[in-house]
């Protein structure tokens, strides 16, 4: 899964949309580590608080660009699968605004941070010691 993340790290999506997806998936499972992780990982990156406090209820929200807005339903679709397929209707909608390569980075993000959760959560990973600074680093191999 590291390779995963590195990948990423590559891809060419915009690192504040990757971690949205990874914080709004970590909310909808529950996972504690993560949810400090990803807010940790946004507020370094100095995203607005505001716009964070007010993730889950980002279609009410007007913080969220359209692109960002795509990424959070099809993050929301895969995340609750359970639910049914991901309807045809958002996909022409997110196809709308990522191309090709894009839209399968995007989902593997999401399939990733899935993993990551389901982890993190069955070994009770605890929240708070997570440092934004550090882990950039080990991704991306800079000091």
């Known amino acids: 899964m590291l390779g995963l993340e590195k990948y990423l790290a590559q891809s060419g999506l915009e690192p504040v949309l990757l971690d949205l997806v990874r ?42 660009s359209d692109r960002e807005r ?14 049914g397929h991901v309807p045809d209707e958002l996909y022409d909608e997110v196809r709308k605004q990522f191309s090709d390569a894009e839209l399968v980075s995007l989902t593997l993000a999401v ?8 982890i993190n959560i069955a070994f009770r990973t605890p929240p708070g010691t997570y440092r934004a600074e550090a882990a950039h680093a080990s991704v991306t191999g800079e000091a």
């Open 23 to 64: 914080l709004r998936a970590s909310q909808i499972n529950g996972c504690a580590y993560c949810l400090d992780m990803h807010w940790k990982d946004l507020r370094a990156r100095g995203e607005n608080e505001q716009k964070l406090y007010l993730l889950d209820a980002w279609r009410e929200s007007p913080f969220y």
């Open 70 to 83: 795509a990424a959070l339903a099809w993050t929301e679709a895969i995340t609750l699968v359970r639910d």
């Open 111 to 118: 399939v990733a941070i899935n993993g990551w959760n389901r």
